[in-house]
């Protein structure tokens, strides 16, 4: 596949998302030192790059839907919807961020970023695992697995051993 046919795969998606009633319902905007404390206060203190000076919050249902099953969308036309060896969690929580910027980008007038991430950490059972994170409406942080959609509670151990998490 071509450079010039993703782009224009991206233009199509963007231009359905978006005529769509999917935009990002934003609640709050909080600088970088404010997402900072949000996460100390959470449990989680290292290791957090924070690109941005200031992020809007969006609301956890727009992330959970319908920017999940747009999200999908993307993935299928890929053919990438599946775990495979050479399409794993870090992937897919890789493109999960940068496409929810994207739509953020595309349909808020808004100069700041979008308070989505990427969250690397250990698992209980010991395995690492790539998911996303988001500090959502009322200063909550959501932990989602891109691969479900589903909404993940990081015990006090795992949130401890986050080793990377980027915003």
């Known amino acids: ?14 231009k359905d998302f978006f005529t769509s009633s999917n935009k990002p319902r934003v609640g709050i905007t909080l600088t970088a030192v404010e997402i900072t404390d949000v996460l100390f206060k959470k449990g989680i203190t290292r290791d957090v790059v924070i690109r941005d000076s200031s992020y809007a919050c969006p609301q956890k249902q727009w992330l959970l839907y319908p920017y999940y099953n747009y999200y999908v969308k993307i993935l299928k036309s890929f053919g990438v919807a ?12 890789s493109l999960y961020a940068n496409v929810a910027q994207i739509c953020h980008r595309k349909m808020t007038s808004g100069k700041e970023g979008l308070a989505v991430g990427e969250c690397y950490y250990k698992k209980e059972n010991g395995e690492y695992h790539a998911v996303n994170v988001a500090i959502v409406e009322n200063n909550d942080i959501v932990f989602v697995e891109p691969q479900t959609g589903g909404e993940l509670e990081l015990n006090s151990c795992e949130k401890a051993s986050i080793f990377f998490l980027r915003f």
């Open 1 to 14: 596949m071509r450079i010039s046919q993703v782009l224009n795969y991206i233009k199509d998606w963007i």
């Open 82 to 93: 599946s775990y495979r060896s050479d399409w794993d969690c870090d992937d897919f929580a």
